[in-house]
């Protein structure tokens, strides 16, 4: 069954500084990854995804994610935070007929 | 432009009572998911149709929980003799294929049952 598992509940960055959030994966096909964000009282934006094309996906807001199947991950990257990256933000896996999500990282982006 | 809308966006509900939560997909979308969202967690799948056709409920936490989509547009989300278990933020998510990778969330509905 697929799966994903986000390492760190909480990460805290300074303005400016690399982001970095861990998503491993566990898949017994090939999978479709994805990353999302959510702002209090909001619904799901999708960030971006992987559907097994090139290996480094850029999505919107600057952030990029790389899906290295040798090590089972998609980690989630931004060069420079920016305030407006606060939220929470989900890694998921396509199922059969579902998406199935991590429990999430809040990321907090101290001025 | 029109995106899923969910109404009501916040539902208090004593133990006990029903609820029905609204789901407004994307017009032409022929797929639709439910997931629930406890808090502090993410989504947990709940169910899935293909237009009008409930292809998968496997993620119903109960018999308690009904979902339909009678003419493959809007669907419901029923709830009956609510929980406190149940409270937690409902999203709907419509999309243009069968695949979920093609799924566009709402903005969710919020239950509370006191």
């Known amino acids: 069954a697929q799966s994903v598992t986000q390492l760190g509940s909480h990460v805290s960055v300074s303005e400016g500084a690399l982001v970095l959030l861990r998503c491993n994966y566990s898949?017994?096909?090939?999978?479709?990854l994805f990353w999302y964000v959510q702002y209090p009282n909001q619904g799901l934006q999708l960030l971006l995804k992987?559907?097994?094309?090139?290996?480094l996906v850029k999505g919107i807001n600057g952030f990029e994610a790389e899906f290295k199947k040798s090590e089972t991950s998609f980690h989630l990257t931004k060069p420079s935070a920016h305030m407006s990256d606060a939220a929470e933000y989900f890694c998921?896996?396509?199922?059969?007929?579902?998406?199935?999500f991590g429990a999430g990282t809040r990321l907090t982006v101290k001025p | 432009g029109a995106g899923v809308s969910q109404s009501p966006r916040y539902k208090v509900a004593k133990r006990g009572q029903d609820v029905a939560l609204r789901c407004d997909p994307i017009?032409?979308?022929?797929?639709l998911f439910w997931y629930q969202q406890a808090l502090g967690q993410g989504p947990e799948f709940l169910t899935y149709?293909?237009?009008?056709?409930?292809?998968?409920k496997s993620g119903l936490p109960s018999d308690r929980f009904f979902a339909e989509r009678p003419e493959g547009s809007v669907s419901t989300l029923k709830i009956q003799r609510t929980q406190q278990e149940d409270s937690a933020v409902y999203l709907c998510?419509?999309?243009?294929?069968?695949?979920?990778?093609?799924?566009?969330f709402g903005p969710g509905t919020r239950l509370t049952v006191l």
């Open positions: 998510a419509s999309g243009t294929s069968g695949r979920p990778d093609t799924q566009y």
């Open positions: 898949s017994s096909v090939p999978p479709y």
């Open positions: 992987y559907t097994s094309a090139a290996t």
């Open positions: 998921a896996v396509t199922g059969n007929n579902d998406m199935r």
């Open positions: 017009s032409g979308h022929v797929s």
């Open positions: 149709f293909q237009n009008e056709a409930q292809l998968d």
